[in-house]
């Protein structure tokens, strides 16, 4: 028996578990202080009323035999993927439901993704990244290449045609930095996966905090991207699913490889390792797109992304360098005084009793830089950057 030895050439221990003992133990030694945290990119809103009252009503229809729902279908309820499709339709953008799988989240398919591609292929990935995106092809063996992601290109690299890759990521809004891409920028990496033969695995979790209406918020709007792009999307940001769990991945059907129809992979994947999203959940996604549905989550995402303005124009104010904010709950700073990431997290640690996230945790381009998120109270967030001001002043 052979062990899979890909997973030793991950690094021993997670950024956000880092993060989490370096907090333990300014705590322990600072029992009085309130730290405030605006790094893990978790919401703090809970779900919104027609939400949950979707929720109750099928948990009732679980406990009754004539509305008792077992094992459904992998790829999601048709409820569901209507409701997604006419989501869609709403952006300029046509699907058939059956190219949309409901799943647990755009993380985990983002990683199960890569079961229906070879582990020949070569994979370009953005430096600063979400960490996913590098780990699961580490664990597989893929060849990693990086795209240089940077304050002198706003964090949004551009195609290079000397390089030839085969799976391409893009997280637009960016996750950590909080960039996006407009619509040429996008046009440019779809002429480049077109020409190359290459993928798109294209995260759009954060795609519902797009304020900028010119702004693309899917791939597919685009011109020839259902020929070269899969798209993954979430409701753990747009609606606070974090602790509930579903998310959809769209494999359009013009999609296609060696003569190979990518959707039917995937499918075939599905079926075979997952049993799908729980009725109940999946109820509760469906309510999100309902008029009450919509209208509670915009004003809780108004609400983060006032936030994301505050802390934005706070560094503005104290001259401190940055991307996101305006269409991303994620803001992405120069760390002042020339600090390093981890230098800087310790500094708003102890000055300020504030914790980001280092960006050298994303990547070797992260260094240098740190991210906040939106996701707290707007008493919390007021309070932060008053903090952050005041230390600011002891650089």
């Given at each position: 028996m052979k062990i899979n030895e890909n997973y030793l050439k991950l690094k021993e221990s997670y950024l956000f578990s880092d993060i989490s003992k370096k907090v333990g133990a300014f705590s322990e030694k600072n029992p009085d202080a309130k730290i405030i945290r605006l790094g893990i990119g978790d919401v703090t809103l809970p779900l919104v009323p027609a939400v949950t009252a979707a929720l109750e009503a099928a948990s009732r229809e679980m406990g009754q035999k004539e509305t008792f729902h077992g094992y459904g279908p992998e790829q999601g309820y048709g409820f569901l993927k209507d409701a997604i499709r006419d989501y869609y339709g709403e952006k300029g953008v046509e699907l058939s439901s059956d190219e949309i799988f409901v799943s647990d989240g755009a993380k985990s398919d983002l990683g199960n993704i890569l079961d229906i591609f070879s582990t020949d292929n070569t994979v370009l990935i953005p430096d600063p990244v979400y960490p996913v995106y590098v780990d699961t092809n580490t664990m597989a063996g893929r060849n990693i290449i990086y795209q240089n992601a940077c304050e002198e290109n706003g964090f949004l690299p551009m195609p290079d045609r000397s390089v030839k890759a085969d799976i391409i990521y893009i997280c637009s809004p960016n996750n950590p930095t909080g960039a996006v891409y407009d619509k040429a920028q996008l046009k440019e990496w779809v002429d480049y996966a077109l020409d190359f033969g290459a993928i798109i695995l294209f995260d759009s979790a954060y795609e519902s905090f797009v304020r900028e209406e010119a702004l693309p918020t899917s791939i597919y709007q685009i011109e020839s991207a259902k020929k070269c792009a899969i798209e993954f999307c979430s409701f753990s940001k747009t609606a606070g699913f974090t602790g509930t769990r579903c998310g959809y991945t769209v494999v359009p059907d013009e999609l296609e490889f060696d003569g190979v129809k990518l959707g039917r992979l995937w499918l075939r994947r599905q079926t075979t390792k997952?049993?799908?999203?729980?009725?109940?959940?999946?109820?509760?996604?469906?309510?999100?797109?309902?008029?009450?549905?919509?209208?509670?989550?915009?004003?809780?995402?108004?609400?983060?992304?006032?936030?994301?303005?505050?802390?934005?124009?706070?560094?503005?104010?104290?001259?401190?360098?940055?991307?996101?904010?305006?269409?991303?709950?994620?803001?992405?700073?120069?760390?002042?005084?020339?600090?390093?990431?981890?230098?800087?997290?310790?500094?708003?640690l102890a000055k300020a009793h504030v914790v980001g996230t280092p960006g050298e945790g994303f990547g070797v381009n992260g260094e240098g830089f740190f991210r906040l998120t939106a996701f707290n109270s707007r008493e919390n967030v007021e309070e932060a950057v008053d903090r952050i001001i005041k230390a600011s002043d002891m650089i």
């Open positions: 997952f049993n799908g999203v729980p009725y109940v959940i999946q109820r509760g996604a469906a309510a999100v797109f309902t008029p009450e549905g919509r209208s509670q989550i915009k004003a809780n995402i108004d609400y983060y992304m006032e936030n994301a303005k505050i802390v934005s124009e706070t560094l503005d104010k104290v001259g401190i360098w940055h991307t996101g904010g305006k269409n991303s709950p994620y803001i992405w700073l120069k760390c002042p005084g020339g600090m390093k990431s981890w230098e800087y997290f310790d500094f708003l």
